[in-house]
Structure formats: structure tokens, C-alpha cells
Nanobody
């Protein structure tokens, strides 16, 4: 059973950089097609895709993240990262990592609050 846990600083000033980590534990992914995603939910708004990275290393970004955020993984795939540059107050949200698989159920982390404020 795959388990995900987000972590990282919860408060940052506008224009600064913040990095989030999603720690991965549990079962193997070798027999499945999958990709990792970062999802966020700003207060009072719907959830939105921030970034994704496939099992082959292909990355994609939502419009608000492209050019500012970077998704990556370690070589053992025991951690997924989101580096967020040039942060704005509009980036304030609960951030989730999510494993999307071809076969079986997707796995969500519990989420972590990120607040961008002076």
C-alpha cells in the first residue's frame, strides 16, 4: 500500500521561494503506469492541478505554475518535490501530492498549508 506525506515550510513572504516534499512509502509501482501530481486548493476555491511528472520523467504544469514552479523526483522515487519560485499571495492554498495510476485507486497525501504573506 503506497502512502504519501507532504512536508515543508508553511509560511513565506511574497517573491520568495518555497519547496515542498512528498515522502513516498509502501508498495512497488513497477508493474503499473503512473504519474505524480501536485494539487492545490486555495481558500474558498476549487482544487486545481499545479504540476505533474510521469513515470518516464515527463513534466506538465498548470497555467498559474508554469515558469515559476518545478516538479521533480529523486532517482529511487521515494520523494517528490515541488519548488515554488516568485511566490504570490494568490499561491496561498492547501497543497496535496497525489499518485495517479492506470490500474487501481489513486493515492492522496493529507495536504499541507502554504501561506504567502508579508
Amino acid at each position: 500500500q503506497v502512502q504519501l506525506q507532504e512536508s515543508g515550510p508553511g509560511l513565506v513572504k511574497p517573491s520568495q521561494t518555497l519547496s515542498l516534499t512528498c515522502t513516498v512509502s509502501g508498495g512497488s509501482l513497477t508493474s503499473n503506469l503512473y504519474y505524480w501530481t501536485w494539487i492545490r486548493q486555495p481558500p474558498g476555491k476549487e482544487r486545481e492541478l499545479v504540476a505533474s511528472i510521469s513515470s518516464g520523467g515527463v513534466t506538465n504544469y498548470g497555467a498559474s505554475a508554469k515558469g515559476r514552479f518545478t516538479i521533480s523526483r529523486d532517482t529511487a522515487e521515494n520523494a517528490i518535490y515541488l519548488q515554488m519560485d516568485s511566490l504570490k499571495p494568490e499561491d496561498t492554498a492547501v497543497y496535496y501530492c497525489k499518485l495517479v495510476v492506470l490500474i487501481g485507486s489513486d493515492t492522496w497525501g493529507q495536504g499541507t498549508q502554504v501561506t504567502v504573506s508579508s
